[in-house]
């Protein structure tokens, strides 16, 4: 699955993974892994110091001017810029870079009892690799797109293929006067929310690697990833003297000649028409902070199944608010999000149901090189179809909660190692008893992550 | 019919994306585009479009000296200022920059009005301490008068910059940066001045400047 530097977190497959990835972490050898650790290390750290991804060769800046504390995927304000002017400061160079992601997990509890428990055995392994088309097109064009080979299928263990990852072509123009600055622009996409500046927006808001937490198997909103690489969208946006973000964009299901943005990604989700997607943001910046406080609206019909012609019809309202810090050598960003969904089914008498997300992640950064964050999350759904309905309708009632708290380090701007502990509070509605999956208690689904992020 | 729609959005962005003019170019390796335009598309997202930066990572263009101006783009351009903040930021910015847009970069921003920090919400006391070390140094550590190079009121001269309203987090990063590297070797003025310089000095004359207009 998708590397989250430039990936949307997907969460729904990702959490299968994660509940899959119960290896024996704790039988991994000590000497091993350090002599793994040091081969690695000294392999990435060979890299040029100078040799950067497209954006940083286009612009000939060090990857800390975007992202903030040079950590991905947090942006600075002049990384939103960027951004918002459709990838188009700097010059043209060859649009291309790569990324690599290895990483270790385990799960507290025993791997046998969990659902398709047979993760990677504790290795440190080798996960994906990505290939970035991304620059600079013309004056006022430019292109983020991404191809990711995944070396992990999950259940069956290392079966890698490529997909399409995130893609956002844009063109954008600025005028700009000392009296006002508005800049205009159109995106085409193949996730909602990835188009999105701010990262407290699901697509990039949590998780760093493909490995990194998330919420299990919970329910999530279905904005919460289960579109991406999916569907194709196109949208048009203002941003008005850096105070009031707005856009409005559609997304239909991505085939025909979209369906370049959406192989590799399992079958074809099928959506009903265009269906909208609505986001208005408000932002300020006085002396070294920033603030953004956001809405946005997404509305989908989707068919559970495509041979028949009732959808499912989601609704999703989420704010989001985000505060960012930044003087040399502190960097602080903290994010907010709250999604609520309500859900009402094709299939004749069902009830409505709904969905809860609540997501908060707070980093810091000391000289772009040393760095930590907290992250926790919260969902919850209804299960009024829970007795006769399955597929896309709830099976059960669910809660899932718990804290992630990660330190990481970046030794050079394109190198980033770092530890994560998800610790669960509660999964799937209990915290303990009958959590029969692991080992009687929601602490039995903890787990640890390793890993080591490369990019050129 | 959707199918028409969507090829519609895609055929108007080709077409809008054909339609480039260098008035509002970001494009930094074309000659084409003033210095004027430059300014505006792209130092202002960090500098500000009036040269009055929000953050204080970023320091203050707005009046600064065109010669001062001049003469760190160039050097920024030839890699020889290599403070890591000015590495990191300014290095890819001017490194195709020509002598012609680096003037006129320099004349759009000193024509700008300089807005400095607002009396009221400063430390009175470390004002007083700053403007007395401003205007007549610190003798006992042989450390001269800002006064005396950049003005009675910080305004600058010619080569020497303009540091009267400018960001206090910034005046006092780059008086490290003259005083612990060499990092900026045509300020090697500057390493001597602030040899014996006490953080606590530094702080003082960093918030009186961030006031002074």
Redesign the interface.
Known sequence: MKANWAGGVFLKQMGVRLANAGYAFRRLQSGRFITYLITIMTGLISIDAHAVPAF?RQ????C??CHAGGQFPELT??GR??KL?AY?????TVPLAMMAVMGSTNVKGPAATGPGHTATDGTLTFNTGSLFVAG??????GVFAQLTYDNYGGDTGASGHVASDNAD?R?A??????GS?LIYG?T?NNNPGVQDVWGSTPAWGYGVVPISTGTGVATNPIFHGALGSQV?G?GAYLYWNKMVYAEVSAY?TGD???SFLTQGNGGQTVIK??NPYLRLALTR????H?VMLGYSYFDVRQYPDPTLPATDHYRDNTIDLQYQY???PHTFTATLTRTNETVDYGAPGSLQDTVNAFRAKASYTYKAQYGTSLSYFNVSNSSNNAASLSGNMFASQTGTEGWTPEIYWMPVQNIRTGVQYTMFSKVDGVSTGAVDTYNGKASGANQVVFYIWGAY | M??I??GL??AS?TM???C???E???????PSVSGKDLA???C???HG??GNS????FPKLASQQSEYIISQLKVFRSHDRSDP?G???M???A??LTDAQITELATYFNQ?KMIPDQVEHANADLVAKGKLIFNNGVPAQNTPACASCHGANGEGNSSFPRIAGQHA?YIE?QLGVFKDTDGRPDGAVMKVITYDITPSEVRAVAAYLSVSS
């Open positions: 940083a612009t000939g800046q060090n800390l001017a304000p002049y810029m960027f002017t188009s400061i700097g010059e043209r600079k097109i013309t004056d006022k064009s072509f063109y123009d600025r005028l700009i006067s000392n600055d159109f085409l194709v196109a239909r025909g000649v979209f028409g265009e910046e006085w002396g070294a920033n930044l003087l040399d | 959707k199918k729609a969507i959005v895609l962005m809008v994306a054909g480039t003019t260098t509002s170019s970001r494009n930094l390796n074309d505006q598309q792209v202002s997202t960090c479009v009036d929000t953050n204080p990572t903040a590495s990191q930021y290095w890819g910015i490194r195709h700008q987090d990063k």
